[in-house]
Protein backbone atom coordinates (compact mmCIF):
# COMPACT_ATOMS: atom_id res chain seq x y z
CA UNK A 1 0.00 0.00 0.00
CA UNK A 2 1.30 3.27 -1.01
CA UNK A 3 2.49 5.44 2.80
CA UNK A 4 2.85 9.31 2.62
CA UNK A 5 5.15 10.64 5.03
CA UNK A 6 5.77 14.34 6.25
CA UNK A 7 8.60 15.73 8.19
CA UNK A 8 7.94 18.19 10.82
CA UNK A 9 10.81 20.26 12.88
CA UNK A 10 11.38 18.42 16.17
CA UNK A 11 10.79 21.49 17.89
CA UNK A 12 7.48 22.36 16.01
CA UNK A 13 4.29 23.26 18.45
CA UNK A 14 2.70 20.42 19.70
CA UNK A 15 -1.04 21.66 19.41
CA UNK A 16 -0.26 22.56 15.36
CA UNK A 17 1.26 19.75 14.66
CA UNK A 18 -1.64 17.27 16.03
CA UNK A 19 -4.02 19.33 14.26
CA UNK A 20 -2.05 19.39 11.01
CA UNK A 21 -2.23 15.26 11.22
CA UNK A 22 -5.88 15.16 11.94
CA UNK A 23 -7.37 11.70 10.60
CA UNK A 24 -3.29 9.93 10.19
CA UNK A 25 -0.49 9.05 12.53
CA UNK A 26 2.55 9.77 14.31
CA UNK A 27 5.97 8.49 14.87
CA UNK A 28 8.02 10.88 17.16
CA UNK A 29 11.39 10.08 18.74
CA UNK A 30 13.84 11.25 20.94
CA UNK A 31 14.08 14.92 21.93
CA UNK A 32 10.72 16.49 19.84
CA UNK A 33 8.52 18.48 21.20
CA UNK A 34 5.80 15.91 21.33
CA UNK A 35 8.09 13.12 22.85
CA UNK A 36 8.83 15.87 25.27
CA UNK A 37 5.06 16.68 25.82
CA UNK A 38 3.95 13.15 26.08
CA UNK A 39 7.10 10.91 28.35
CA UNK A 40 7.59 12.69 31.38
CA UNK A 41 10.98 13.19 32.95
CA UNK A 42 10.25 10.98 35.83
CA UNK A 43 9.04 8.41 33.43
CA UNK A 44 12.49 8.48 31.50
CA UNK A 45 14.30 8.85 34.81
CA UNK A 46 12.61 5.58 35.84
CA UNK A 47 13.88 3.85 32.27
CA UNK A 48 17.36 3.82 33.83
CA UNK A 49 20.44 3.71 32.05
CA UNK A 50 20.09 2.73 28.04
CA UNK A 51 16.55 2.01 29.04
CA UNK A 52 13.67 3.72 26.74
CA UNK A 53 9.75 4.77 27.33
CA UNK A 54 6.87 4.44 24.00
CA UNK A 55 3.65 6.29 24.48
CA UNK A 56 1.35 5.09 22.09
CA UNK A 57 -2.09 7.43 22.53
CA UNK A 58 -4.93 7.91 20.18
CA UNK A 59 -5.64 11.46 21.24
CA UNK A 60 -2.77 13.13 23.51
CA UNK A 61 -3.88 16.53 24.06
CA UNK A 62 -7.12 15.00 24.88
CA UNK A 63 -9.48 17.27 22.80
CA UNK A 64 -11.38 14.64 21.12
CA UNK A 65 -8.93 14.57 18.27
CA UNK A 66 -8.41 11.89 15.90
CA UNK A 67 -4.57 11.30 15.25
CA UNK A 68 -2.49 8.23 16.92
CA UNK A 69 1.04 9.41 17.95
CA UNK A 70 3.69 6.68 18.98
CA UNK A 71 6.34 8.75 20.75
CA UNK A 72 9.54 7.70 22.33
CA UNK A 73 12.78 8.64 24.29
CA UNK A 74 15.71 6.73 25.96
CA UNK A 75 18.02 6.95 28.07
CA UNK A 76 22.07 7.04 27.26
CA UNK A 77 24.15 3.99 28.49
CA UNK A 78 27.59 4.88 30.71
CA UNK A 79 30.38 6.76 28.93
CA UNK A 80 33.59 5.18 28.93
CA UNK A 81 37.08 6.67 29.42
CA UNK A 82 38.13 5.96 26.43
CA UNK A 83 34.73 7.05 24.36
CA UNK A 84 33.94 11.26 23.18
CA UNK A 85 31.03 11.72 24.87
CA UNK A 86 30.18 14.08 22.20
CA UNK A 87 29.97 11.13 19.54
CA UNK A 88 28.51 8.87 22.07
CA UNK A 89 24.96 7.86 20.45
CA UNK A 90 21.62 7.73 22.96
CA UNK A 91 21.24 4.01 22.68
CA UNK A 92 18.40 3.88 24.64
CA UNK A 93 16.28 6.04 21.97
CA UNK A 94 17.73 3.61 19.20
CA UNK A 95 15.92 0.77 21.43
CA UNK A 96 12.66 2.34 21.28
CA UNK A 97 12.72 3.33 17.66
CA UNK A 98 13.31 -0.26 16.98
CA UNK A 99 10.54 -1.29 19.49
CA UNK A 100 7.79 1.09 17.90
CA UNK A 101 8.54 -0.51 14.78
CA UNK A 102 7.93 -4.05 16.56
CA UNK A 103 4.54 -2.40 17.26
CA UNK A 104 3.96 -1.35 13.88
CA UNK A 105 4.76 -5.00 12.36
CA UNK A 106 8.17 -5.33 11.99
CA UNK A 107 9.71 -8.05 13.57
CA UNK A 108 14.31 -8.85 13.71
CA UNK A 109 14.26 -12.53 14.27
CA UNK A 110 16.92 -13.77 11.47
CA UNK A 111 20.43 -11.14 11.60
CA UNK A 112 20.21 -11.09 7.88
CA UNK A 113 16.14 -11.48 7.53
CA UNK A 114 14.35 -9.10 9.19
CA UNK A 115 10.52 -9.23 8.43
CA UNK A 116 8.80 -6.18 6.90
CA UNK A 117 5.04 -6.30 7.18
CA UNK A 118 2.60 -5.73 4.09
CA UNK A 119 0.69 -2.79 6.03
CA UNK A 120 1.96 -0.77 9.03
CA UNK A 121 -0.39 -1.33 12.48
CA UNK A 122 -0.94 1.94 13.61
CA UNK A 123 -3.97 0.65 15.74
CA UNK A 124 -4.10 0.80 19.63
CA UNK A 125 -6.20 -2.23 21.18
CA UNK A 126 -10.02 -1.09 21.19
CA UNK A 127 -10.24 -0.71 25.08
CA UNK A 128 -7.29 1.56 26.02
CA UNK A 129 -6.64 5.49 24.22
CA UNK A 130 -2.97 5.27 25.50
CA UNK A 131 -0.77 3.01 26.26
CA UNK A 132 2.83 3.08 28.20
CA UNK A 133 5.68 1.04 28.05
CA UNK A 134 8.66 1.59 29.70
CA UNK A 135 12.23 -1.39 29.75
CA UNK A 136 14.97 -1.16 31.78
CA UNK A 137 17.73 -3.45 30.99
CA UNK A 138 18.54 -6.43 33.31
CA UNK A 139 21.72 -7.21 32.57
CA UNK A 140 24.29 -4.14 31.73
CA UNK A 141 26.50 -6.10 29.84
CA UNK A 142 24.18 -7.92 26.65
CA UNK A 143 26.63 -8.74 23.91
CA UNK A 144 27.01 -11.43 20.93
CA UNK A 145 30.08 -13.27 20.17
CA UNK A 146 30.66 -13.98 16.08
CA UNK A 147 33.02 -17.19 16.14
CA UNK A 148 34.01 -16.39 13.09
CA UNK A 149 36.33 -19.76 13.76
CA UNK A 150 33.96 -21.56 12.11
CA UNK A 151 32.46 -20.64 8.68
CA UNK A 152 30.23 -18.14 9.31
CA UNK A 153 27.87 -15.85 7.31
CA UNK A 154 29.77 -12.98 8.27
CA UNK A 155 33.42 -14.63 9.13
CA UNK A 156 34.62 -12.96 5.29
CA UNK A 157 33.29 -9.80 5.63
CA UNK A 158 34.67 -9.33 9.67
CA UNK A 159 37.45 -10.24 8.63
CA UNK A 160 38.36 -7.64 5.89
CA UNK A 161 38.03 -10.67 3.47
CA UNK A 162 36.32 -10.63 -0.21
CA UNK A 163 34.13 -14.04 -1.45
CA UNK A 164 37.69 -14.02 -3.50
CA UNK A 165 40.30 -13.63 -0.54
CA UNK A 166 41.98 -11.07 1.40
CA UNK A 167 42.60 -8.90 -1.92
CA UNK A 168 39.15 -8.68 -3.01
CA UNK A 169 37.89 -5.31 -1.45
CA UNK A 170 34.95 -4.78 -3.54
CA UNK A 171 33.51 -7.72 -3.09
CA UNK A 172 34.22 -6.74 0.98
CA UNK A 173 32.58 -3.67 0.33
CA UNK A 174 29.69 -5.27 -1.08
CA UNK A 175 29.34 -7.57 2.10
CA UNK A 176 28.89 -4.51 3.77
CA UNK A 177 25.09 -4.11 3.89
CA UNK A 178 25.29 -7.76 5.57
CA UNK A 179 26.98 -6.24 8.55
CA UNK A 180 24.86 -3.43 8.75
CA UNK A 181 21.82 -5.40 9.09
CA UNK A 182 23.69 -7.43 11.74
CA UNK A 183 24.20 -4.28 14.06
CA UNK A 184 20.35 -3.34 12.86
CA UNK A 185 19.34 -6.58 14.85
CA UNK A 186 21.66 -6.56 17.47
CA UNK A 187 20.07 -2.84 18.44
CA UNK A 188 16.28 -4.40 17.73
CA UNK A 189 17.29 -7.11 19.95
CA UNK A 190 18.38 -4.55 22.79
CA UNK A 191 21.98 -5.69 22.49
CA UNK A 192 25.03 -3.14 23.41
CA UNK A 193 28.12 -5.02 22.23
CA UNK A 194 29.53 -7.75 20.36
CA UNK A 195 32.70 -9.15 19.36
CA UNK A 196 34.42 -11.53 17.08
CA UNK A 197 37.70 -13.87 16.71
CA UNK A 198 40.40 -11.92 14.05
CA UNK A 199 41.83 -14.66 11.92
CA UNK A 200 45.74 -15.04 9.99
CA UNK A 201 47.50 -17.21 8.35
CA UNK A 202 50.97 -17.76 6.75
CA UNK A 203 49.24 -17.82 3.55
CA UNK A 204 48.15 -14.18 3.62
CA UNK A 205 50.30 -12.79 6.78
CA UNK A 206 51.20 -9.90 4.53
CA UNK A 207 47.86 -8.44 4.31
CA UNK A 208 46.78 -10.05 8.25
CA UNK A 209 49.39 -7.53 9.57
CA UNK A 210 48.32 -5.02 6.95
CA UNK A 211 47.83 -1.09 7.10
CA UNK A 212 44.91 -1.79 4.92
CA UNK A 213 43.08 -4.53 6.80
CA UNK A 214 43.14 -1.91 10.01
CA UNK A 215 41.47 0.10 7.45
CA UNK A 216 38.78 -1.97 6.69
CA UNK A 217 38.74 -2.81 10.29
CA UNK A 218 38.15 0.47 11.39
CA UNK A 219 35.49 0.95 8.88
CA UNK A 220 33.51 -2.24 10.92
CA UNK A 221 34.00 -0.41 14.27
CA UNK A 222 33.38 2.95 12.76
CA UNK A 223 29.61 1.84 11.95
CA UNK A 224 29.16 -0.33 15.08
CA UNK A 225 29.84 3.11 16.99
CA UNK A 226 27.48 5.18 15.18
CA UNK A 227 24.35 3.00 16.17
CA UNK A 228 26.17 2.83 19.98
CA UNK A 229 27.61 -0.43 20.46
CA UNK A 230 30.59 -1.39 21.77
CA UNK A 231 32.85 -3.47 19.51
CA UNK A 232 35.36 -6.22 20.70
CA UNK A 233 38.30 -8.36 19.52
CA UNK A 234 39.08 -11.93 20.36
CA UNK A 235 42.62 -12.43 19.96
CA UNK A 236 44.56 -15.51 21.93
CA UNK A 237 47.78 -14.85 23.54
CA UNK A 238 49.37 -18.17 21.92
CA UNK A 239 47.12 -20.47 20.75
CA UNK A 240 47.36 -21.29 17.02
CA UNK A 241 44.56 -23.32 16.02
CA UNK A 242 41.76 -22.61 13.24
CA UNK A 243 43.87 -19.94 12.42
CA UNK A 244 43.14 -17.58 15.42
CA UNK A 245 45.72 -14.52 15.39
CA UNK A 246 47.69 -14.70 18.26
CA UNK A 247 49.74 -11.70 19.93
CA UNK A 248 52.65 -13.92 20.89
CA UNK A 249 54.76 -17.28 19.80
CA UNK A 250 55.50 -18.43 22.80
CA UNK A 251 58.99 -18.64 21.77
CA UNK A 252 62.16 -16.32 23.13
CA UNK A 253 62.29 -14.57 26.53
CA UNK A 254 59.64 -13.35 28.61
CA UNK A 255 60.90 -9.91 27.22
CA UNK A 256 60.39 -10.92 23.64
CA UNK A 257 56.87 -12.31 24.38
CA UNK A 258 55.82 -8.76 26.41
CA UNK A 259 56.67 -6.97 23.29
CA UNK A 260 55.19 -9.16 21.02
CA UNK A 261 52.04 -9.30 22.94
CA UNK A 262 52.27 -5.46 23.46
CA UNK A 263 52.76 -4.90 20.27
CA UNK A 264 49.78 -6.97 19.22
CA UNK A 265 47.72 -4.71 21.46
CA UNK A 266 48.63 -1.54 19.97
CA UNK A 267 47.43 -2.50 16.31
CA UNK A 268 44.06 -3.79 17.32
CA UNK A 269 43.76 -0.44 19.22
CA UNK A 270 44.64 1.61 16.00
CA UNK A 271 41.69 -0.79 14.55
CA UNK A 272 39.20 1.02 17.09
CA UNK A 273 37.90 -1.44 19.08
CA UNK A 274 37.00 -0.80 22.17
CA UNK A 275 38.03 -4.01 24.58
CA UNK A 276 39.75 -7.28 23.90
CA UNK A 277 38.72 -10.67 24.87
CA UNK A 278 41.83 -13.81 24.89
CA UNK A 279 42.53 -17.19 25.07
CA UNK A 280 44.78 -18.23 28.01
CA UNK A 281 45.97 -21.21 26.55
CA UNK A 282 47.62 -22.95 23.89
CA UNK A 283 44.96 -24.97 22.23
CA UNK A 284 41.24 -25.50 22.94
CA UNK A 285 41.03 -28.66 25.46
Known amino acids: PSISIKIVPA ?6 VLASFLGNSIITLGN ?17 SEGFVVVQSRDPLEKGQNVVVFAGQGKMGPVFPFQDVSSVVNIGTLYACYHVMDLLGF ?33 PFRGWHVHTQHLL ?9 GVQGPQDKQGWQDMLPDYQAFLIWLIANRQNRFQWIILSAEEWI ?22 G ?57
Open 32 to 48: ASISQYMISPLQLQSAG
Open 206 to 227: DFANSTERQSRLQTLTSMAHSV
Open 153 to 161: ELTHVLNGW
Open 229 to 285: LLVGVDMPLALQQQHAMFMTTGKGTLQDQTKEIQASIDWVVQCGFDYMATESGFSEF
Open 107 to 139: AFLHPLQPYIPSSLNFTLPSNTSSETTIEKPYF
Open 11 to 16: SANVSD
